[in-house]
């Protein structure tokens, strides 16, 4: 077939006015779909099919069976009830016979019905109603052309006027203007890997011959989707360590003689590094070590130990003569960093005699400090000069801490504490920033509080090299976990707590307050305080925190929690992460359902902390299927990695992913729970591809095709995905 041949990226730019039938009117209201170009439009994917191969003539509908019917509807109206009920009875006629089909409490049908000029589609279960065959509530959709066997449905939103054959109409258009798509996957992948070319996957995801064509051409377009992404990505990562001469800080923990900081801090922990904390501090030190800036993720579950790990990477920092920063998403948690690393540093008892090139001359144990946006004004100013001039090795802070006059003598490590708000675009502008300040980059370690299943790891943190802290420290027993359904099993729960209070543990209890910055949550959490020192808790020593209390007014209440003065901790998420208190034993976590999966499992990490036997009590009365799943999940499983599996097969990827979901990476096809070996092949042939050809020069289109979805700034593309 002769036929015009189109480059895919070329298809971003056309628009589909230049369609033939695309007039103004369709035009604009593709536009309220988001459909402008033609791209938008190809990759316009059907909701779902109504697969006319299986259709029955309605003279064959026998009762008893679930059957898809189509034809027209004749005769819609409302037909007058006894009890006010309302009924639309309508009839469905094709060449063979005709059917009832009758709609309850549905007024809107009889317009709607009435106003259907074409064929539909109509499933449903037939049923006998005084000897006549009739269908009760059966699922109608329009369906125009008869484009195949398989007639494909659009989401249709708010876009009004439009239905979804006019959409089908538009879409065989342009494979009608078209004869061929030049693809941009190399074509050997494809056959490697046995998919559709993009022309022909894409007409098959459109107008599927079969379920089997279907299934391939979903394939091909999911693998064209995350190939794309991946090779951004790879690229992005590539170019970065092409472009960044990075310190080399030679110090690694496990030579001996090459870091006595380090190991004079190891000799003095209170405990040894786990097998999981050793591997990972081993990757990042053979990172930093090299001249290539390390861009690392580190993930592991809830106690897993991830602090001492970011701390050892500090230190080598600081050993070779480098200062260290660590970047907290809030103020609490900024706090709370700093004085868990002040702990572990004081604890190791540096000797004076530690030098670094940073300090020569001047021996000194290594200097700490905390910079947010309620240090005081003359306070900072010193801390800032200490920055420049070397004196202070170790910056924890918020994002308030970047701003113009910050500037290190020698910057040498950034550690990043996502938590799980994946703040990619705060990660590279902090970075860039960094980066131009200084003639070398600093290495970046990225934390994240919450596991994230791998495939979406290798999505969100593409461009990250990732280290994975497997196991617990030992001596850690599972927090046993219950979902108390009924008051009375609530009363069980706070009689434990109790119980545990008794003999010398404490506990908590959480309040579900979504939003803190309204003062109404903020007194709902105040008057359940007040409730339960009067009712289940009485008598007990209770503490109350939340986000709106004053930093100073937090952490007198943290300090009297972690001294024992309180028993119980009445308190909102503002404790969900980093809390470390081991002789907690007891978390009572109320309206249980009002919380996703990652925050019950943050919540119950409180507990489980030390020796003890703790427990974990999952209050909710709520009984849907979606609380049925999530609280059954957390009781069933303690394991973060597996819960964020499940979590990411219940909510789906959108909101797992958060904010960088939203923008052009979004995966229309691909799923990241469903995909996962098609992850794993796309990322790795895109990086074995821009291992032999980083800028794409010899891959011209591929390279026309990224600049066309993703643009040409990287930070841009951060931001924007
Ligand atoms: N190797 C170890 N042996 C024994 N205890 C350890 C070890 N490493 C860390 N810990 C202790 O385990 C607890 C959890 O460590 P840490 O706070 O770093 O966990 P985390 O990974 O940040 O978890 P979370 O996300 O729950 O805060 C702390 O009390 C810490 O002192």
Same mark, same amino acid.
């Given at each position: 077939?002769v ?7 070329? =298809? ?8 033939? %039938? ?8 593709? +536009? ?25 003539p ?22 007058p ?17 005709k059917i009832?089909l ?15 000029? %074409? ?10 109603f ?13 369906? %125009?052309?008869?484009t ?19 959409i ?19 074509p050997?992948?494809? %056959? ?9 996957? =894409? ?9 089997? $064509?279907?299934?391939v ?28 001469? +990075? ?7 496990f ?10 801090f ?23 070590? &090299?001249?290539r ?7 592991g579950?809830v ?9 050892v ?7 070779s ?5 660590l ?6 948690? +900024?706090?709370?960093?700093?004085r ?15 030098t ?5 001359? &001047? ?11 309620s240090?005081?004004? +003359? ?10 001039a070397?004196a ?6 918020t ?28 990660r ?5 920033r ?6 070398s ?13 791998? $495939?979406a790891?290798?999505t ?38 109790r ?21 109404l949550?903020v ?20 503490g109350?925190?939340?986000?709106k ?7 007198e ?9 309180i ?12 809390v ?22 943050q919540?119950?990490?409180?507990v489980?902390?030390g020796?003890?036997k ?13 609380a ?15 819960l ?5 097969e ?29 992850v794993?092949?796309a ?6 591809l821009?291992?032999?050809d ?14 066309a ?13």
């Amino acid at each position: 077939m002769v036929g015009v041949v189109v480059r895919l990226d070329e =298809l971003t730019r056309l628009r589909v006015s230049e369609l033939a %039938g695309v007039g103004p009117a369709r035009t604009r209201a593709l +536009a309220a779909l988001g459909v402008e170009t033609i791209y938008d439009l190809v990759t316009y994917f059907p909701r779902r099919y109504v697969d006319r191969s299986r259709e029955v003539p309605i003279g064959e509908a026998v009762p008893g069976e679930q059957v898809l019917l189509v034809g027209r509807v004749m005769d819609a109206r409302r037909i007058p009830t006894r009890g006010g009920r309302v009924l639309v009875e309508a009839q469905l006629v094709d060449s063979s016979g005709k059917i009832t089909l009758a709609f309850f409490g549905q007024p809107y049908r009889a317009k709607q019905l009435a106003n259907i000029t %074409g064929e539909v589609a109509v499933f449903g279960r037939v049923e006998l109603f005084r000897r006549r065959r009739q269908m009760n509530n059966p699922l109608v959709d329009p369906i %125009g052309d008869k484009t195949g066997a398989i007639v494909p449905l659009y989401p249709l939103r708010e876009a009004a006027g439009l239905n979804s054959s006019d959409i089908a109409r538009a879409v065989a258009q342009v494979f009608n203007e078209y004869a061929e798509f030049v693809d941009v996957v190399p074509p050997s992948l494809r %056959g490697h890997l046995g998919l559709y070319d993009i022309y022909q996957a =894409l007409w098959q995801l459109h107008f599927p011959t079969n379920e089997q $064509t279907r299934q391939v051409a979903r394939k091909s377009v999911a693998f064209d989707e995350l190939f794309l992404l991946q090779v951004k990505l790879a690229q992005l990562r590539a170019e970065r360590e092409a472009r960044a001469v +990075a310190t080399e800080h030679d110090a690694n923990p496990f030579v001996p003689g090459s870091a006595r900081l380090l190991e004079e801090f190891l000799a003095h922990l209170p405990y040894e590094p786990t097998d999981g904390q050793r591997s990972a501090i081993a990757e990042i030190a053979r990172d930093m070590a &090299s001249p290539r800036a390390m861009h690392r993720l580190l993930q592991g579950d809830v106690g897993s130990g991830k602090t001492l790990v970011s701390v050892v990477a500090m230190l080598i920092a600081v050993q070779s003569g480098h200062q260290a920063v660590l970047v907290a998403p809030t103020e609490v948690l +900024a706090e709370q960093h700093h004085r868990s690393i002040s702990t572990l540093v004081a604890e190791a008892r540096l000797p004076d005699s530690v030098t670094g090139r940073l300090f020569e001359g &001047s021996p000194r144990p290594v200097s700490i400090d905390l910079l947010t946006g309620s240090t005081p004004a +003359a306070r900072r100013r010193r801390l800032l000069a200490d920055l420049r001039a070397g004196a202070l090795d170790i910056v924890v802070g918020t994002h308030a801490l970047f701003n113009d006059e910050l500037a290190f003598a020698s910057l040498g490590l950034v550690v990043v504490d996502e938590q799980h708000r994946f703040g990619v675009e705060q990660r590279s502008a902090l970075t860039d920033r960094v980066t131009v300040d200084q003639g070398s980059a600093p290495d970046t370690l990225v934390m994240t509080a919450t596991p994230i299943p791998r $495939t979406a790891a290798m999505t969100v943190y593409g461009d990250l090299d990732v280290s994975v802290i497997e196991g617990l420290p030992p001596g850690r027993q599972r927090v046993e976990t219950r979902w108390a359904r009924t008051a009375l099993e609530a009363q069980v729960a706070f009689t434990l707590l109790r119980d545990e209070v008794a003999v010398g543990r404490q506990g908590y209890v959480v309040c579900p307050v979504v939003d803190e910055s309204t003062k109404l949550q903020v007194r709902a959490v105040t008057e359940e305080f007040e409730r339960l020192q009067q009712a289940e808790l009485k008598g007990l020593r209770l503490g109350l925190i939340h986000g709106k209390l004053s930093s100073a007014a937090k952490d007198e209440v943290m300090r009297d929690f972690r001294d024992r003065a309180i028993d119980v901790l009445v308190a909102t998420t503002v404790i969900e992460v980093g809390v470390d208190v081991p002789n907690a034993t007891v978390m009572i976590i109320e309206d249980a359902d009002r919380f996703g999966i990652a925050q019950l499992h943050q919540l119950r990490g409180r507990v489980g902390r030390g020796a003890d036997k703790s427990y974990c009590y999952l209050l909710s009365e709520v009984d849907t299927a979606v609380a049925e799943a999530r609280l059954g999940a957390l009781v069933a499983s303690d394991d973060g990695f597996v819960l964020a599996e499940i979590d990411l097969e219940l909510r789906g990827e959108g909101t797992v992913l958060g904010g960088r979901q939203a923008g052009r990476t979004d995966l229309k096809v691909a799923s990241l729970s469903h995909d996962r070996d098609l992850v794993l092949e796309a990322r790795q042939h895109a990086r074995a591809l821009i291992a032999q050809d980083r800028s794409l020069e010899h891959h011209p289109r591929l390279r026309a095709m990224l600049q066309a979805l993703f643009g040409d700034d990287e930070a841009d593309f951060l931001l924007r995905s």
